[in-house]
């Protein structure tokens, strides 16, 4: 998929990646510049995410790809941003059963782990992944063993068990990454260290009905552990009083913030108050 990816930074504005073999309720666009981006943010969405809907407003991929540059431009220091909007898994509907287990959300996983990957082997730009409700569930179980630089994840239902990578014990924020299994391309442009930590986020809105869902798994359902809990480490970000689907609102604080994480900044982003 990353070939098209390369390819995608002469390509304008907008531009849609077909994905080899991918369903028809799939797709990828950029926005932004992949060839000149000095850094790169994936938003990855969550349930009921379709084509049909991608670029109906904020509160989906496309129109929060469109949110985060234009709130980069108010809040930036001449960074350049490129945003890939990912729906690379088939998304389950919110009311259906697959939205209660992670059978989507492995095989999303898998997906994400390969976009990364290639990505990571074609450009210096540091990556962020901004994972949105089912979305965080692909993002944990994809591993804070990527080469990104920040992770965050926000309306989350849950992301498993502290040790499916998080730290357990209180533990500083910033996750280690094993890249043992790594080798890049010949043709791998990085020219600094491969990123050695990740810095990982968590956000839930004040009216966000996420957070009334217990953090708990019962045999195949739920996700167990909340990203938000002490044990897990997170960077516990402001996001504002906003609800489930208005994480990317323009003028709210967790679109600022999440632009800032995507920019780079963690010393900018406000973090939220003690509960």
């Known amino acids: 998929m990353l070939r098209i990816l390369t390819l995608a930074g002469s ?23 992949l060839a000149t981006a000095d850094r790169v943010a994936i938003v990855v969405p ?27 431009a108010k809040v930036g220091h001449g960074e350049r941003l490129a945003v890939i909007a990912w729906l690379g898994y088939d998304a389950p509907p919110t009311w259906s059963l697959g939205a209660i287990t992670d ?34 569930v692909v993002c944990a179980k994809a591993g804070t063993d990527l080469p990104v630089a920040d992770m965050a994840l926000f309306g989350s239902p849950g992301i498993g068990a502290p040790s499916d990578g998080a730290p357990s014990d209180g533990a500083p924020s910033d996750h280690h ?6 080798r890049p391309p010949s043709n791998h442009r990085v020219s600094g260290p491969t990123p050695s930590v990740t810095r990982v986020w ?58 800032l994480i995507a920019l780079g900044r963690p010393g900018d982003v406000t973090a939220a108050a003690p509960a």
């Open 177 to 182: 990454l094993s890249d043992a299994s790594y």
């Open 46 to 72: 969550g349930a009921d995410t379709t084509v049909a809907t991608f670029e109906a407003s904020t509160k989906r991929p496309g129109g929060a790809a469109r949110a985060l540059l234009a709130e980069a």
């Open 103 to 136: 059978t989507a959300a492995v095989e999303g996983a898998k997906a994400l782990r390969r976009t990364v990957m290639e990505l990571h082997a074609r450009t210096s730009a540091p990556i962020a992944l901004l994972c949105h409700s089912y979305g965080s």
């Open 11 to 33: 390509l304008a504005f907008g531009a849609v990646l077909a994905l080899p073999g991918q369903h028809s309720g799939r797709l990828v666009k950029v926005y932004g510049d």
């Open 202 to 259: 968590a956000g839930v809105g004040g009216s966000d009905w996420i957070r009334f869902v217990p953090k708990v798994k019962l045999g195949p359902l739920g996700f167990g552990a909340d990203a938000l809990s002490p044990g897990y480490g997170a960077r516990v970000f402001e996001v504002g009083p906003g609800g489930h689907s208005d994480y990317f609102t323009p003028g709210t604080p967790s679109l600022r913030n999440l632009t």
